[in-house]
């Protein structure tokens, strides 16, 4: 199994901008350094617990600063952008890294978010400008002439061996407005498409296997991570799209230290508690992804039940390297095998240390150890 | 007399994203290092001569690589963007510049820009688009409620403190689903706004008056400087802001070496050379642009007639340290004075060193040395 690195990024909403962005780069940094595989990077232009709103600029910064790492927006929102300007990004972002881009692509989930850009609050127009906006970008990514007239956006692609095209007749030199070519790196098809999903019979991941792009899972118990792969499956294979559980990404909360005891005090005195204390516990209740973990746990308990010990034994990887491989291990049995296990960062600014020896360990002693399909679901 | 850099950039058609890129970041690095005092970058989406459609990226990523210089945009083509993508994500890289972010806006020049977003290749749409944008930045920049219904965009912003909002509510706890604040690090006001001129009577440079934006000049000759100057202090002085020659700024092409002739064979051979036999010579003759540098140069030779040697002595600051002081005096006692002089970046990847050393004497021999404005026109 490989570890990846989801840097939503969970971060007090104190912090100041430089704080968030230097954070950033040190994970990137030490993500890059002790072997993570990718780096995926939110955009949330209005939460405060999420706040990094450009992750193309995270990407772009920590490009300069790191060699092997795959970078990824995930995912950006693509109702909240204008396509053309946003095929150009990516493919220009997607050429600095020469391979190690990749790009998730949503919808979005904050009625504030399209509030922002005059689209309904209650992100009716969400999904039909997402797929509308799609199909624009991977338009201009081919590079040849078209004119597109939509519900939403309009777009066209000129002809750029044309001569007496506004700004492109090359009769006074033959360099002179040559058209920049931002074809992605990976080819006019663009780069690796990657998409997320959070509920069971997740529209995303279904979307995700009709159009073959990466299935990325949310964990919210063994159930419902198997159910997104199902999910997922159905769809590709109904399409024609071969399926691997080797390219299956799923995001946890993770915190690794030499033992058990010493991994659970520093998780839950650290970020990770803070966090889910002010922020992950109450939008857990309200939205009842609690009940995935307590069906997995056979303890019997509630959600308002639900304590730090609860946390850290049964919703968090949570241990020593050891008995996070157990956990890992466990969970593929259950819920079927996955090829990369996606650490969620949290703001350690305050005590890095342990974090970072976390990160080590996972990428190190726990994901390398770990079978991607367990003998009974390969 | 500060120095600034100009990073359109220049950059040879048949070079990588990744090759644009590294450079960006040793031209920044290097001009941080030797003292300049600011770095705008350019966006062009379609123009492979300068081709970097997104300056944000280059500046985030040299934020974490310098610690004094400026930065800016220059510009941000308002069109090109949905405004309340852009209002937050400018005010979240000013942030994490904290004071070294400046905006330069614009309305694009290029049909083929507006073409790949849907808009008219005649630009007609260009200007308009541009005053819209800039009205709903600067409403979501005040964090304050509005509903706005435009001509060409919508957008909204909600009350952040209100009960029930669609994701504000924040019954379940005290922090969950607080708003993300990226106000500017200016302030609701926004950063300092800056704006280029090319042309005489530049309705750019008289928007800027009228608003006390900052003026910046691609210079074409004395009496054009002194015309852009003209104008945005009429308009500035109509609308009752103050103007201060110290904050104006005029954009040059210039190469220094330890002589004048060791800097004129590097010029002329080198990345400045090039660029203008393959690139700039034409365009320049296309739209009349040496007529300013004629008029100056005393010569009565045509724009036909414009070789290498009259670029090096008429059109660049070229020269030893020594000569070009005197140029730029020249220029001051001619056109009138100004603060910053800045310096075009050419793509100098094959050869670097001659160029960073230019980039060290204008910045600690060159621009130290000239007054910001001559007595005749103090």
Chains 1, 2 share one sequence.
């Not at 050429?95 to 978010?113: C, K, M, S």
């Not at 939509?150 to 007496?164: K, R, S």
């Not at 508690?273 to 992950?280: I, T, V």
Request: glycine share 10%; hydrophobic share 40%; charged share 25%.
């Amino acid at each position: 199994m490989k570890a990846g690195i989801f840097h939503v990024p969970y971060m007090r909403p104190e912090r100041k901008g430089k704080e968030t962005f230097d954070w950033s780069m040190r994970c990137a940094v030490e993500a890059d350094k002790v072997g993570f595989s990718d780096f995926m990077v939110g955009e949330h232009a209005t939460q405060a617990w999420e706040n990094v709103p450009s992750p193309e600029i995270v990407i772009g910064a920590a490009a300069y600063l790191t060699e092997r790492i795959r970078f990824a927006p995930m995912a950006h929102l693509l109702p909240l952008h204008l396509p053309g300007s946003l095929a150009i990004q990516i493919g220009w972002l997607s050429q600095v890294l020469e391979g190690r881009y990749f790009l998730g692509v949503g919808t979005g989930a904050y009625g504030r978010d399209a509030m922002l850009r005059g689209q309904p609050e209650d992100l009716s127009e969400a999904h039909p400008r997402t797929m509308e906006a799609l199909e624009v970008i991977r338009k201009i990514w081919k590079r040849e002439p078209f004119e597109f007239e939509g519900e939403f956006y309009e777009a066209a692609f000129p002809d750029v061996h044309a001569e007496g095209v506004p700004g492109v007749d090359s009769s006074e030199g033959e360099e002179v407005h040559t058209m920049s070519d931002f074809t992605p790196w990976d080819g006019p098809q663009g780069p690796e498409i990657a998409v997320t999903g959070l509920s069971r019979n997740s529209p995303s991941l279904k979307w995700a296997g009709e159009n073959g792009f990466t299935p990325i899972s949310f964990f919210g118990g063994s159930a419902l991570q198997s159910s997104h792969w199902d999910t997922y499956a159905a769809a590709a294979e109904a399409n024609g799209h071969q399926t691997d559980r080797a390219n299956f990404k799923v995001c946890r909360d993770i915190f690794i230290a030499d033992t058990d005891a010493e991994a659970k005090r520093r998780a839950v005195d650290g970020a990770l508690g803070y966090c889910w204390q002010k922020y992950l516990i109450p939008i857990y209740k309200r939205f009842g992804i609690f009940e995935g973990y307590l069906a997995d746990s056979g303890t019997g308990i509630t959600a308002g039940e639900v304590d730090m010990d609860f946390l850290a034994e049964h919703v968090w990887l949570c241990g020593s390297p050891e008995t996070v491989v157990k956990k890992l291990e466990d969970t593929v049995e259950r819920a079927g095998g996955f090829g990369t296990v996606c650490m969620n960062t949290h703001d350690s600014i305050d005590d890095p240390e342990p974090w970072f020896e976390s990160m080590r360990r996972l990428a190190t002693e726990v994901a390398p150890k770990v079978a991607i399909s367990a003998s009974t679901t390969a």
